[in-house]
């Protein structure tokens, strides 16, 4: 098999890729430990659990939702177990899954935290694009995430995706 390098403007294009997402990645986290004290993804669990009906998931669908591992879910969740910002419940339609539920607390630490988020998000990423660009930007992340995802018929696995993956047990 021939290895199929990248060429000169595909090159650039990725290495503005990686700086700008290791950046925007930074800075998010930044913003959130010093108002928030919790890292993104921490942030991101509470944020969808508040999007939810009655703030609760089952633990596989906010795995999928956020993009990772059940194992790695489970982790986060314990954590935020332990700072009372998100309880676990038992499924009471299937007795294997469990159910991720916002405190009243985490609803708080989110409100306090959100705005300076939305604010961080803002100005170091729409701020610096034209609205045409913001539309380019939602299709191009979207194709790409279909495409790693199999939805486009490409080469990965739909068992392959990170929510699926069983690296370790865990609660579910």
């Not at 503005?16 to 990645?25: D, N, P, T, W």
């Not at 930074?26 to 913003?31: E, P, S």
């Not at 332990?82 to 676990?88: E, I, P």
Request: include cysteine; proline fraction near 5%; aromatic fraction near 4%.
């Amino acid at each position: 098999m021939t290895t199929r390098w990248l060429t000169p403007p595909e090159q650039r294009a990725w290495r503005a890729y990686l700086a700008a997402s290791r950046l925007l990645e930074d800075a998010i986290d930044r913003q959130l430990q010093q108002e928030g004290s919790m890292p993104h993804l921490f942030y991101s669990v509470l944020a969808n659990l508040s999007e939810a009906p009655g703030r609760r998931l089952r633990m596989t669908d906010l795995a999928e939702t956020l993009k990772i591992t059940r194992s790695r879910l489970t982790y986060v969740v314990t954590r935020l177990e332990r700072d009372g910002l998100v309880r676990r419940e038992s499924s009471g339609r299937d007795r294997r899954s469990s159910l991720a539920v916002l405190t009243d607390e985490g609803t708080a630490v989110l409100e306090r935290t959100a705005p300076g988020h939305v604010e961080t998000v803002r100005t170091t990423l729409f701020d610096r694009l034209t609205p045409e660009q913001v539309g380019q930007l939602e299709e191009i992340c979207a194709g790409i995430a279909r495409g790693l995802q199999g939805e486009d018929g490409g080469a990965t696995a739909a068992e392959d995706v990170p929510w699926r993956r069983r690296s370790s047990p865990c609660a579910d």
